[in-house]
């Protein structure tokens, strides 16, 4: 797994700008959302979603990372993750799982709703070229239109990123089948703001 130090990756003003932000208002949304009287979170990143809900919450908040320098609650690998089944009403993973090789992901996958009670929150990065509309009148709601434009070239690992959905042999009907192997795929969304994210709620099947 693919390792992001503070130096390398979460500095001020370089990492977080108003797209991400886009992304963390949805993640920060989609938690709530779901109601949970505990979290996890899977990658600490720069750490502005956590210490949101650390900050004007009372949910217990936990986070788990490989990497220890940025100083998660527990370091822990997302492919064997060191936690009893059901232990949080919701586990996330916010581009995360790109990190891994391909075919790491659905072990990963599996983890994750292993430990999950009833939610699992993932975001992946979306490769596209976004064409989009916006349209405000005065007294009318806004409309906004995002169509991504398809350009399946193949993935080059870049470092950080083994596979991207959207590139050659990464569509997206290879991750929805994956994801309802495990669970019921209870709503996608792309942000207009940031179509690079493309998100996935994963309720936890019932016995």
Known sequence: MVQITKE????????????????????????VATNP?????????DGVVS???RRHSDIPYTTADFAADLSPDVVAD??????????????????????????????????LMRVAKKYVI???????????????????PEIKICIRLPHPKEHIFDGQHYWEIGKRRFPTRRIRAVFEKYAALEQEHVPFENPSHHFFILKKRTL
């Not at 003003?13 to 993640?27: V, W």
């Open 51 to 53: 210490g949101h809900f």
């Open 122 to 140: 993932i975001s992946l990065p979306h490769f596209n070229h976004p064409l989009k509309f916006s349209l405000k009148i005065p007294l009318f």
């Open 78 to 111: 997302v492919r064997a993750l060191p936690f009893d089944d059901n232990s949080f009403d919701t586990v996330c993973a916010f581009q995360v799982l790109e990190h891994l090789p391909f075919e790491d992901f659905e072990k990963a996958v599996g983890e």
């Open 37 to 45: 009287s505990r979290v996890l979170e899977i990658g600490v990143g």
């Open 8 to 31: 390398a990756g979460y500095k001020a003003g370089t990492y977080a700008k108003l797209d991400r932000f886009a992304s963390y208002a949805i993640q920060t949304q989609f938690i």
